[in-house]
């Protein structure tokens, strides 16, 4: 029973200190390695997870795998450093992009060295939203395996710029409330009051904040606010 509870103590030991390992080195490595990787970043990531689940449950002699991921962790930095030094051994590490389209061809070599077939790199053009390749005038197969499209100008989105219209800057919204609460130090930021909240909410027939799930302020006097109550309707506080 003594045992017992000695390699149960050891195991959690283990493993929070695989999770802390972890911790440090996303953080060490960026997070690239969270996002949108490279073939080498996903078998390191894979790879670390690997070891650091060893790490978890190694009673005997943890510090090996430890030391593992620790390596492992430190080449992968120096890697990604390598490679935002050079050149070439971004090249070589990371890959080229390849075009797969242009001007109504379609490379196939290219994407044989992508590894895509024709149904794959249709798929990839209608999960863009281009079900007529002919509207396209590039398709580039990116490094870390997504494809990037670029239009034809007689088939691409309208602009403000094309219609000769100047419309105002739109702001990344800031949530002031948040869960029922308000978020002091965005309203602090933002040069507002708690007061200045609960009026716009109470404009809306909202009490206070506790019946509002999320409310947004997006720079000017709008409000949007998303209630606790599924059943009411999400708007705008006009001034």
Known sequence: MTQLLQD?????????????VLFLLTKLMGAKQVSQM???????????????????????????????IIVYGVVATGISLLTSRSL??????TGKPLILLEDGVIYRENL???????????????????FDLSQLQTAVFEHNGTVSFLPKEADRPATPADLNKNPAQSQVQTPFVMDGKLLSGNLRQSGKEDEW?????LRQGYRDEGEVFLALWD?????????????????????
């Open 8 to 20: 149960t103590g050891m195991t959690v030991l283990t493993t929070l200190l695989s999770i802390l």
């Open 38 to 68: 490279t073939m080498f970043d996903y078998v390191v990531g894979i790879t670390i997870g690997s070891v650091a689940a060893e790490l978890a449950t190694e009673l005997e002699a943890p510090h090996k795998p430890l030391a593992a």
């Open 88 to 93: 070439k051994a971004r090249a070589l590490l």
């Open 112 to 130: 044989k060295k992508a590894r895509l077939d024709l149904n794959e790199f249709l798929t990839y053009c209608r999960i863009g939203g281009w």
């Open 197 to 201: 909240v609960r009026r716009a909410l």
């Open 219 to 239: 720079g000017g006097e709008g409000l949007t606010v998303f209630p606790m109550d599924p059943r009411r309707r999400t708007g705008a506080v006009q001034p």
